[in-house]
């Protein structure tokens, strides 16, 4: 191994611990406790160290966000191929989103509900974006009719899935009828009579 590639894993490493401990920090005390100086303190490094992988905690939010994508999509794309059927996959991945969301709130708010400096909905997302939101354009697709925009529809019920997990933790929904809030949103979608 050469002194750069050691070089480069180590530094590669150190990115991830950083934002493995802003991640645990943020679930921990919520993202106003993630500032750069308890940052360098819980990693042991020094702030310098930390502004030379990320420019603040900002750039820390949104490399968060993008590690948080890459997660999402590993759990889509897993309860979609554990379906069977249009419908199934739609409710299996609607599932499997709402729960990641009231699992990781800190998380799931660093993705899609602080704002960070990631350009969403365009071709310059990064592909961790664009593989999660494939993901649900996958299971809603299929279900289109003639003429619908599945990106579009992709997109209001993501927005259905969001508004849940938000209204949820946020306490302005009861916890106890989320799978008939799921169900309700899912019917809408493909209702009982899909044939697909």
Known sequence: MTIQTRRERERAERERLIVTAARDLAEAEGWDAVTTRRLAAEIEYSQPVLYSHFKGKDAIMAAVAVRGCEELTVELRASAAAAEGARERLAAVGRAYTDFGRRRPALYDVMFTHRVDLPFATPEAPPALQEAFGELLSAVEPLAAEGEDPALLTE?????????????????????????????????????????
């Open 156 to 196: 209001t019920y993501w927005a259905g899935l969001h508004g849940l997990v938000t209204l949820m933790r946020s306490g302005r929904l009861p916890e106890q009828a989320h799978d008939r809030r799921l169900a309700l949103l899912i019917g809408r979608f493909a209702p009982r009579d899909t044939a697909r």
